[in-house]
């Protein structure tokens, strides 16, 4: 199986950080971001990853290369200014993420997940990780509801941002720039979505206060 960092975003909400260095390299207990994601993707058994690029994005390449360091081959997806949002970036790497199912990680969650899991989901179309409500997001994203995702229902889970596709689950949509969001909802509709519930450690860290916070937590470990 392989597997998709998403590090195209602006960070809009971490400036001024982000003006200078990409959100994927944000420092978080003494490494970035990426290399967390590497290093866990590698220990769970990936050996090919596809990172998409758009603002400050050869800081990226420059950091990670070819993906020597933790055994890996890494595969760069070039986006043009502003970025093609969460769809059309996995739509436009599809050409580097082969013919079977592939694993999605968001590149500004931290998170313990056992990411070896996501080799053993066979999914028709997608699977969602979904993780407890955190405080930023009460009212949570979709029910997880006998191993299938809905969009609505109670109780609501927030979605972690790890995911697996099936190429299929793309070939409908349009090209250019949109988000995953409607057409995931559109396949719940038909149940084609599963998912699980992470209880573990996780965190979004899409702002200054929650990059402060889990880099305060991460210390006093």
């Not at 970035?32 to 758009?54: D, K």
């Not at 800081?59 to 020597?68: A, F, S, W």
Request: glycine content about 12%; hydrophobic content about 35%.
């Amino acid at each position: 199986m392989r597997a998709m960092i998403l590090a195209a975003g602006r960070g809009e909400r971490l400036r001024p950080l982000t003006d200078s260095t990409p959100k994927p390299l944000l420092d978080i207990g003494g490494q970035s971001l990426i290399e967390h994601h590497l290093e866990r993707l590698a220990l769970a058994g990936f050996r090919e990853v596809v990172i998409n690029l758009a603002h400050l994005g050869d800081q990226i390449r420059d950091t990670v290369g070819n993906g020597e360091k933790w055994c890996l081959n890494i595969h760069y997806s070039p986006e043009p200014p502003g970025a093609l949002d969460t769809g059309g970036g996995i739509g436009q790497a599809l050409p580097l993420l082969g013919e079977s199912p592939f694993a999605v990680i968001n590149g500004d969650v931290f998170s313990q997940y056992p990411l070896a899991r996501l080799r053993a989901i066979k999914c028709s179309h997608a699977h969602l990780v979904m993780v407890p409500n955190p405080a930023h997001n009460t009212d949570g994203d979709f029910v997880l509801q006998g191993g299938y995702i809905r969009p609505n229902g109670e109780p609501r889970h927030t979605f972690s941002g790890i995911s697996v596709y099936n190429p299929r689950f793309f070939r409908p949509a349009p090209g250019g720039k949109y988000s995953v969001v409607p057409m995931l909802r559109n396949a719940m509709a038909l149940q084609q979505v599963t998912g699980e519930l992470y209880k573990g450690s996780w965190h979004d860290i899409g702002t200054l206060d929650r990059l402060n916070t889990l880099r305060n937590q991460l210390l006093c470990n």
